[in-house]
C-alpha cells in the first residue's frame, strides 16, 4: 500500500521529502495564524500586566484566540489554494466553525465554572481535605466577540499575504 517496491513504507520515492512540509500553504499559514496569536498575546500581557508571561506563548484562552487563528488560516488557505468551492474548503470551513463555537462555549463555560470552584475552595475551612488543592485553571475559553474578531484578523493578514505573493 503506497510501497514502491523498496520495502521501506515509500519513504526513499522518488520525489519525497521531509522539506515538502514547508511547501504545503495551508499548513504553513495555520502555523503562523497559531505562532502570531500566541505572540500577541504575549505582548499585550506584557502591555497589561507589566510582566513577561512565557505560559502566554502557549497556553489557551484570552485574547487573541489561537485556536480561531490557526483553523481560519487553515480554511483560507485551502480555499486560496483549491478554490472555496471545493470540498476540502468546506470540510475545514466546518471545522473551524465547530473549533470555534466549541472555544466561545463550552470551554469559555468550563472557565467560569472554574472561577466558581476556585472560589469555594477558598472559602474552606483549613482543616478540609480539598483547602490544600491547586487552583483550577479559569482562562479556557474565549467570548463570541474575541473569537470573531480574531477569525477576521486572520483573515484579512492571509489575504493580504496571498495578494502580495500574487504580485511577484
Request: hydrophobic letters at 45%.
Amino acid at each position: 500500500m503506497g510501497d514502491d517496491g523498496g520495502g521501506d513504507g515509500g519513504a526513499s520515492s522518488a520525489g519525497f521529502s521531509y522539506f515538502a512540509v514547508f511547501h504545503n500553504y495551508p499548513l504553513v499559514a495555520a502555523l503562523l495564524g497559531f505562532a502570531v496569536a500566541q505572540s500577541i498575546k504575549f505582548f499585550v500581557t506584557r502591555y497589561k500586566e507589566n510582566r513577561w508571561d512565557p505560559k502566554q506563548l502557549i497556553g489557551s484562552g484570552g485574547m487573541p484566540s489561537s485556536h480561531s487563528a490557526t483553523v481560519t488560516a487553515l480554511a483560507v488557505a485551502i480555499g486560496f489554494q483549491d478554490g472555496f468551492g471545493c470540498a476540502l474548503f468546506a470540510t475545514a470551513a466546518i471545522f473551524a466553525s465547530v473549533v470555534m463555537y466549541d472555544a466561545s462555549g463550552i470551554r469559555l463555560h468550563a472557565g467560569k465554572q472554574a472561577e466558581v470552584l476556585n472560589q469555594i475552595v477558598c472559602e474552606l475551612p483549613s482543616e478540609h481535605p480539598l483547602s490544600e488543592t491547586r487552583p483550577l485553571r479559569e482562562l479556557l475559553g474565549h467570548t463570541p466577540t474575541q473569537v470573531c474578531s480574531n477569525a477576521i484578523f486572520t483573515n484579512h493578514f492571509i489575504i493580504l499575504h496571498q495578494s502580495k505573493a500574487m504580485s511577484y
